[in-house]
């Protein structure tokens, strides 16, 4: 017999979240949304359901039920069961280990940010923008850099990596394709009601090669959406209805998913400093709204709870990410999402990384399952001890203490004294000594046959004329 489970009640329930659901849908079949792209309307023209009026496009609420149903969601068997961190994003500023000063991310910079990510077993994006390399060659090299130094980065359903142009996609393809690694494309809505136009482009000229497509949305609340809780969920709900709709009626040759990393976001925004606020009560409470909706239709469960409106590693971080964090996971969480990231995803930092792994595994030691038996209450142990006697020598003390309590890596146990004898080090001093010696003990390595075919591809990346060109729109 076990003791039960840690759990939270409270929340969007059953009947709230059908109501949501009936709205979201009378939404798209009388509101429709708007998509710029000829050759996409073209297609979605053909289909009985589809109203298109005054650049309006309607789905009839059958088409929408069939494109929920039909969604999958390919999560690996390794995120299953374990706890997740997914720790990229895509940043370009970065906090120097050996100096402290905010700075541009080199490619040096992204090799060691993978190298260490992958220590710590993490997921999803590559962690930084390589800034000393042509932008038409920088999400190349993050995916490159990911494939030939971890085992999970950009090669999962907690990928979110932008693609942004045809040729790019392209080239990072044919890399994942050589590398056996997993490639999808991502649409993002605009909110309210519409299409990153460049997206649209890309995904329609990709729709022959039969590549899973997601869609993802991110309203802000009295801004983009309207400034209620759930209000601006309900706008997301009928966002990426509508997208994910859309896409499965025009990539037919793959299937297609609402993304987990952003599923019914709906940001919340400081109007006295114009600034999103993750790590705030408000956005807490936000991600318990998330929590039912995903379950409900059968969406793997990623909280964003390590992204703080913190600027440093400090009390600030701990506090929003700890409470954030906990909570989540008393909700059901159990992968965690923005690892690294500080100033609502403006920085990146290793040493932030490295706490919040922390964080992460002193909450997971929370909820390992104690079993409720005779030898763990131990009362013939009790008995045989006398007064004033100590259980410190006792056999069974010392065959069990390592296995009940956890030890920790980085929030270590001393005491004053032993602390002072150690060097009087802050939990920064010790994240940044940790990270150093984790990215020179790393050792994956892809194999070298597939590291000469991708080294030949991105050669191939770097004079091609095409796809810097694809890139001036960019400038």
Not at 35 to 53: M, N, Q, R, S, T
Request: proline letters at 4%.
């Amino acid at each position: 017999m076990f003791i039960d489970q840690f759990a939270l009640k409270g929340g969007l329930n059953k009947e709230q979240i059908e109501v949501m659901n009936e709205k979201a849908l009378h939404l798209i079949e009388n509101s429709g949304i708007s998509i710029p792209h000829e050759g996409i309307i073209k297609l979605l023209a053909d289909y009985d359901g589809v109203k298109i009026e005054k650049g309006m496009v309607k789905f009839r609420s059958d088409l929408v039920l069939k494109a929920l149903k039909e969604a999958k969601y390919d999560v690996p068997e390794y995120a299953k069961d374990n706890w997740i961190i997914s720790a990229g994003a895509h940043q370009t500023a970065f906090y120097d280990w050996d100096t402290g000063k905010l700075r541009e991310p080199t490619s040096k910079d992204l090799l060691d940010l993978i190298k260490l990510g992958d220590a710590l077993d993490t997921v999803g994006s590559a962690p930084v923008v390589p800034m000393d390399v042509p932008v038409q060659l920088q999400h190349i090299l993050m995916h490159k850099i990911s494939y030939e130094n971890s085992r999970y980065r950009c090669n999962d359903i907690f990928e979110h990596m932008d693609k942004p142009s045809f040729e790019c996609a392209n080239y990072v393809h044919e890399m994942a394709g050589a590398a056996g690694k997993r490639f999808t494309f991502g649409i993002w809505m605009i909110s309210p009601k519409t299409f990153d136009k460049n997206g649209l482009d890309i995904a329609y000229r990709l729709l022959d090669k039969g590549i899973p497509m997601w869609v993802a949305t991110m309203p802000v609340a009295g801004v983009a959406a309207p400034i209620t809780m759930i209000g601006a969920v309900l706008q997301s709900i009928y966002e990426v209805f509508a997208g994910l709709t859309m896409l499965y009626l025009i990539n037919t040759k793959a299937n297609n998913y609402i993304s987990p990393n952003d599923a019914f976001e709906a940001d919340h925004f400081d109007m006295k400093f114009s600034t999103f606020v993750y790590g705030s009560v408000e956005y807490l409470k936000h991600t318990l709204f998330q929590l039912p909706l995903c379950r409900h239709y059968d969406i793997p469960i990623i909280a964003k709870s390590l992204l703080t409106t913190a600027k440093e590693p400090d009390s600030h971080m701990a506090a929003e990410i700890g409470i954030h964090t906990l909570i989540a996971a008393l909700g059901g969480a159990r992968a965690f999402r923005c690892g690294g990231l500080l100033s609502t995803g403006e920085i990146y930092c290793a040493e932030q990384l490295m706490i919040v792994h922390e964080m992460v595994e002193y909450i997971k030691n929370l909820f390992v399952k104690e079993e409720f038996n005779d030898a763990r209450l131990m009362a013939d142990e009790i008995a045989s001890v006398g007064p004033g006697q100590s259980f410190a020598g006792r056999k069974s003390t010392l065959e069990l203490f390592r296995k009940e309590y956890w030890e920790p890596e980085l929030f270590i146990h001393s005491n004053l004294g032993q602390w002072k004898e150690m060097g009087s080090k802050s939990a920064r001093q010790y994240a940044r000594e940790l990270v150093k010696k984790k990215i020179k003990e790393h050792t994956y390595r892809i194999d070298d046959d597939v590291k000469k075919e991708l080294d030949k591809i991105w050669e191939s990346a770097e004079k091609d004329k095409n796809l810097e060109d694809s890139f001036k729109f960019r400038k």
